[in-house]
């Protein structure tokens, strides 16, 4: 069954480094998404992106923060600076058709900022 | 903005016993997602609601969309422990976003 695949699964890095966080949509689909979780927290919406352009972010998405989808099959999340506060659950989600459509979820990277 | 309640907050079951997870919308939803979330890991689609009144079940799980389409529940039958994790209802967006309430963690005991 085809699935989103995230890597790394986990991902330590000093404060103020950059981080990039992999992930691998389902081949056929044309929406992604980045979600993060922070722990003990409900996961929040970060950014949306289709036809090679962010469609919608949120607060949360600052200059900090961009997304690429540099070939045909990644998707990756870039955090320039890390803060401590970043350290959070990132999911990456795809789905067909936007939000007409099931958006599956990948395993997540586990990223803490130390 | 859209704001989504999820009740209870936590919730013990003995295996074998029913139970209802519920999730209210402040405002009409577009559709309706339901997630489940193991500890620490992935998000799982369970199912997708979009028509007011509609009812879709996989395995023991059953969730409805209320005719309104501001409030939704998920039902158990006969929980078993590996329904145990945390339940995530998702408001559809048009913007092309799912907005999350905060979960309900189930945990079932043997």
């Known amino acids: 069954e085809p699935e989103v695949t995230q890597t790394p699964s986990h991902q330590v890095t000093q404060m103020g480094q950059e981080v990039i966080l992999r992930c691998v949509p389902i081949s056929n689909h044309l929406y992604f998404y980045w979600y993060r979780q922070i722990l003990g927290q409900k996961v929040e919406f970060l950014v949306s992106?289709?036809?090679?352009?962010?469609?919608?972010k949120s607060e949360i998405f600052d200059d900090q923060f961009s997304v690429e989808r540099p070939d045909g099959s990644n998707f990756t999340l870039k955090i320039r600076s890390t803060k401590l506060e970043d350290s959070a659950m990132y999911f990456c989600a795809s789905s067909e058709r936007g939000t007409d459509t099931e958006a599956f979820f990948g395993q997540g990277t586990r990223l803490t900022v130390v | 903005s859209q704001e989504l309640e999820q009740s209870p907050q936590s919730l013990i079951v003995q295996e074998g016993k029913n139970l209802t997870i519920n999730c209210t919308s402040s405002k009409t939803l577009y559709g309706l997602y339901w997630y489940k979330q193991k500890y620490g890991e992935g998000l799982i689609f369970l199912m997708m609601?979009?028509?007011?009144?509609e009812e879709k079940s996989h395995e023991k799980i059953t969730a409805k969309l209320d005719e309104k389409k501001q409030q939704s529940s998920l039902h158990i039958t006969a929980s078993q422990p590996s329904h145990a994790g945390i339940y995530l209802c998702?408001?559809?967006?048009?913007?092309?976003?799912?907005?999350f309430g905060k979960g309900t963690r189930l945990h079932i005991l043997p």
């Open positions: 992106f289709y036809n090679n352009e962010i469609s919608e």
């Open positions: 609601l979009q028509k007011g009144g």
């Open positions: 998702g408001a559809e967006r048009r913007d092309d976003k799912i907005i």
